[in-house]
T-cell receptor, first 114, second 117 residues
Framework: AQSVTQLDSHVSVSEGTPVLLRCNYS??????LFWYVQHPNKGLQLLLK??????LVKGINGFEAEFKKSETSFHLTKPSAHMSDAAEYFC????????????FGTGTSLTVIP | ETGVTQTPRHLVMGMTNKKSLKCEQH?????MYWYKQSAKKPLELMFV???????ENNSVPSRFSPECPNSSHLFLHLHTLQPEDSALYLC????????????????FGPGTRLTVT
């Protein structure tokens, strides 16, 4: 079975400080993992994806995530937060044996304080 | 138009109305999806279509009826909805399906905000 746990429902950081959004996954198969961002009243935008290549994945807008199989984690980080990063972030695992069923976490709301 | 588009962006309907949501993808994908996003709940996958064939129906009530006439268009027909059906309905598309391999990323439209009165 596949599932995702986002460990924090809300994270607050000051502008210019690092961002860490935590995600743990459970998967019966080698997982594909994704991070999406959703700004208010918008659809979801793909930030980055892991599909069994390099364990450190770089995405858009300076975000990156590291796949750690031993810890079943896929945490999202950014060295320096920007005001425009304030949004909802979703960690997603897909069922790799068939590929196109996504399992979403409950989301982490990121607030950036000026 | 690029990416995934959805119309209308906002919809208010009474419980006895019939309406339809439309989704169109301009990415050459062959899989399309409907999701429901309610406040404080994870995204719920409703339906999956691969090559115009429905391959997933996650116990969705029959008052929601999907239609996929071709790989680029997806509809969600609504009738006799309940107030608890008020939510953001998201459409997505991707390549796929794959077997024994990795998952393709999904591209999402902006959503239709549905309010049932």
């Amino acid at each position: 079975a596949q599932s995702v746990t986002q460990l924090d429902s809300h994270v607050s950081v000051s502008e210019g400080t690092p961002v860490l959004l935590r995600c743990n996954y459970s998967s019966s198969y080698s997982p594909s993992l994704f991070w999406y961002v959703q700004h208010p009243n918008k659809g979801l935008q793909l930030l980055l994806k892991y599909t069994s290549a390099a364990t450190l994945v770089k995405g858009i807008n300076g975000f990156e995530a590291e796949f750690k199989k031993s810890e079943t984690s896929f945490h999202l980080t950014k060295p320096s937060a920007h005001m425009s990063d304030a949004a909802e972030y979703f960690c997603v695992v897909s069922r790799s044996n068939t590929g196109n069923q996504f399992y979403f976490g409950t989301g982490t709301s990121l607030t950036v304080i000026p | 138009e690029t990416g995934v588009t959805q119309t209308p962006r906002h919809l208010v309907m009474g419980m006895t109305n019939k309406k339809s949501l439309k989704c169109e993808q301009h990415l050459g994908h062959n899989a399309m999806y409907w999701y429901k996003q309610s406040a404080k709940k994870p995204l719920e996958l409703m339906f999956v279509y691969n090559f115009k064939e429905q391959t997933e129906n996650n116990s969705v009530p029959s008052r929601f009826s999907p239609e996929c006439p071709n790989s680029s268009h997806l509809f969600l027909h609504l009738h006799t909805l309940q107030p608890e059906d008020s939510a953001l309905y998201l459409c997505a598309s991707s390549q796929g399906p794959t077997t024994g391999g990795f998952g393709y990323e999904q591209y999402f439209g902006p959503g239709t905000r549905l309010t049932v009165t």
